[in-house]
């Protein structure tokens, strides 16, 4: 046990803080963790769980219209937002709590405030000094904002779960997984969303074909794009904001949602003053052991900007709590990392796109089912599910899965166990199809 008030101070309780917390604190480390604003970080507070409640909320959207041509009629619907919203916050009330308890139940104390490192054992929290043996940086990311005049009359994905109304029109800049989430939400909820992007593509890094099924699907949908276009200034006008192009065209909106990407928490931590580098991608330089260039600081979660994902954060600081404060030091696996576009509909992807496979094995088989889902059929939509399997030839082992249509997250949760337990093609084939669902496509593509 160090002479300092505390063996570990961890700056940040989100994903990454809290599992590392909770954990070292089990180990019988004198552990607190700093917090500026609400102690469940951004996932729980602004990230994937009140997202997910809006996509769930949205989606009945298409579930009501579907449910007539399976016998039910429903007059009189109505959508209240201020009600999705409120109960949304009032589900992030109670996470935050729980994460509070859990914090509390393993005696880890709880620092509000912000906080910056006077020097390397010394942290600065709201005017308080702590010093601690070991620090822990899990202070996660932001979202970026463009330097064009006016980006301040946009919001972000911090803002978008308390809007007072629900806009009649939404413009969204962006074209990842977040935009194209919330353009899914947006416009299932009645806003007329447009989804506005400086490539030609949507969802870059993503199977392409995947990508472009859900451009197709999503514009037959009436969701507008404006793709290869780049915004130069946003103007306050009467009645919203007018958004002014390269082109010299404009475009007029209620609301502007800035969706480019997350920036990592790196400033006012006072990392300059002790001398913690960052990496070329301005995020903090770590080893596989979440090790900084400074002996006793630590960082794990998207301010290091590895994999920016909730589930890898959590690993990350497990690890580190593990290595640093017990007896068993392991190591963050980075391979075969399953993720997920809760767009509608959704994508679910892990392993190697087929370019990637191609260009690491040289010889790739694909596999690909492109189908109406039966609810779809009978619903009477046209939408189709596309699946793809990249297999490298060599091996016949599945290296990449991809799919979108109805509950591809749910599915792809299971099919990533087989794809990161190296299974070949042969031995999806040899799994007896269970039917009638979706996902026996997975064990039928020929
Ligand atoms: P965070 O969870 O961001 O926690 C960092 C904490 O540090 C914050 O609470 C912050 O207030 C605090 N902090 C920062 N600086 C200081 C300081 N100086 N002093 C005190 N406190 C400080 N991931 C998924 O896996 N699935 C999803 O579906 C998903 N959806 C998302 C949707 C949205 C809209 C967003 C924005 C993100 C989403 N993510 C999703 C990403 C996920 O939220 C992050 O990867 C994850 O939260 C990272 O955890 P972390 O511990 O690194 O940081």
Redesign the pocket.
Known sequence: MSNHDFDLLV????????RASRIAAGHGARVAV???????????????V???LLVYGSHFAEDLVDARRFGWHIEGKRFDWPTLRDNVAAEVDRLNELYQNTLDNNDVTTLL????LLDAHTVD?AGTRHTADKILI??????YLPDVPGAEYGIT??E?FHLPELPGRVVIAGAG??AT??AGVFHALGVDVTLINRSETILRGWEPALADRLLQISMAKGLNFKLNCRLERVEKISDGLRLHFADGKTMDTDVLMWALG?VP?VE??GLEGVGVALNEKGAIAVDEDNCTNVQNIFA?????DRV???????R??HSFADRQFGSNPWRVDYNAIP??V?SNPPLGSVGMTEAQARNAYGQVRVFTSDFRPMKSVLAGRTERALYKLVVDAATDRVVGAHMIGPDAPEILQAVAIAVKAGLTKAQFDDTMALHPTMSEELVLMR
Not at 34 to 48: L, N, P
């Open positions: 700056i940040g309780a989100g994903s990454g803080g809290v700093a917090e500026e604003f609400r102690v469940g970080g951004t996932c729980v507070i602004r990230g994937c009140p997202k997910k405030g912000h906080a910056r929290v899990a202070s996660g990311a932001r979202p994905s911090n978008v997984y977040i989430e919330f997350r928490n006012d931590l794990v979660g998207d301010v290091t920016q994902l909730t589930p890898v954060a959590i990350e600081g993720s997920a809760f």
